[in-house]
């Protein structure tokens, strides 16, 4: 498996524009987490599903952001419109809590957004 | 509610010498404590959990329900230690699972 999958692993825009990161989660995992990383707060939690559903979004910063996940194997973070204030690296990662639940958290190499 | 909290930011140390990262946590149940590990370039990833007390890289780390703290501890820093250090706290139950909250970080440098 290759792990979870994020892209694009670079995105440099401008204020005001739409943008929408990517994540394909690890096959049979049933929870995905959305992060956010910035030198000042370090890694927040944004939101996450369990089943495709989404739980808890308290995290979600303000109403810029919305998340989704049709399916069990892709999600997507969308910010519109962007604010420099957003730039930072987002993470998504997963995790199998049926069968042997080790408890670990498999993370994505991460989405570092630049918004100018 | 839930908070973990690593109260340095930046810890430099000699290679060779002990170190330890602090974590304390808050916490109305029974928690689960985790220290990840991000090393440059590379993903974050787990380094070792409270429950599997196992020693990992030659780092421990002993869940102290008192202190409510879980800090990482090593007896000779090597230079491949020099990683960013984030420490977290779950509630796993049996029938659920519970949001994965990390602390803010704790950047280790090990001066060679």
């Known amino acids: 498996d290759a792990g979870v999958i994020q892209s694009p692993r670079h995105e440099v825009t401008e204020m005001g524009q739409e943008v929408t990161l990517r994540c394909k989660p690890i096959s049979g995992h049933d929870y995905l987490f959305w992060y956010r990383q910035t030198m000042m707060r370090g890694l927040e939690l944004l939101i996450y599903f369990n089943n495709n559903v989404p739980i808890d979004d308290s995290g979600m910063p303000e109403d810029r952001f919305s998340a989704k996940m049709p399916n069990a194997s892709f999600s997507t973070l969308k910010i519109q419109p962007s604010e420099p204030r957003d730039s930072a690296v987002y993470f998504c990662a997963s995790i199998q809590t049926s069968g042997l639940n080790t408890g670990e958290l498999f993370f994505g190499e991460g989405s570092r957004l630049t918004v100018l | 509610a839930q908070r973990v909290t690593q109260p340095e930011k930046l810890l430099s140390v000699f290679k060779g010498a002990p170190v330890e990262l602090k974590c304390n946590y808050s916490?109305?149940?029974?928690?689960?404590l985790f220290w990840y590990v991000q090393y440059s370039r590379q993903r974050l990833q787990l380094l070792l959990r409270?429950?599997s007390r196992e020693s990992i890289k030659g780092f421990t780390a002993d869940l102290n329900k008192g202190e409510t703290s879980f800090h990482l501890k090593k007896p000779f820093a090597q230079e491949e230690d020099s990683a960013m250090y984030y420490c977290a706290l779950s509630d796993a139950q049996k029938t659920s699972y519970d949001k994965v909250i990390f602390g803010p970080g704790t950047s280790l440098s090990v001066i060679p």
């Open positions: 916490y109305s149940g029974s928690p689960e």
């Open positions: 409270h429950i």
